[in-house]
Nanobody, 122 residues
């Protein structure tokens, strides 16, 4: 019953900032990589940023220098700080995590949040 719940989306003007949060809850043994993806209307879902359990990060070229991904392992939470937002950043942002859900699991599984809307408009 692992769940990922995103929060922090909303409407912001170009150049503004938002901070997204994603908290994992339920049956969790270990969380490996966590990340953020986004999907704009009529487009495919794309990777935004990822972070390993050790804190190594990776970003899409389109957000480098503007977005920062971080995590709080004690809270099973990943964050996405978004600065200098552009209209092209408008999308539904989804949290993803690779999780070992129980001691009897043979493999980790990827889980997805429900998404949070980010709209950048003047």
């Amino acid at each position: 019953q692992v769940q990922l719940v995103e929060s922090g989306g909303g409407l912001v003007q170009p150049g503004g900032s938002l901070r997204l949060s994603c908290a994992a809850s339920g049956s969790i043994v270990i969380i490996n990589d966590m990340g953020w993806y986004r999907q704009a209307p009529g487009k495919q879902r794309e990777l935004v940023a990822t972070i390993t359990s050790g804190g190594s990060t990776n970003y899409a070229d389109s957000v480098k220098g503007r977005f920062t991904v971080s995590r709080d392992n004690a809270k099973n939470t990943v964050y996405l700080q978004m600065n200098s937002l552009k209209p092209e950043d408008t999308a539904v942002y989804y949290c993803n995590a690779e999780i070992w859900p129980s001691l009897v699991s043979t493999l980790p599984y990827n889980y997805w949040g429900q998404g949070t809307q980010v709209t950048v408009s003047s």
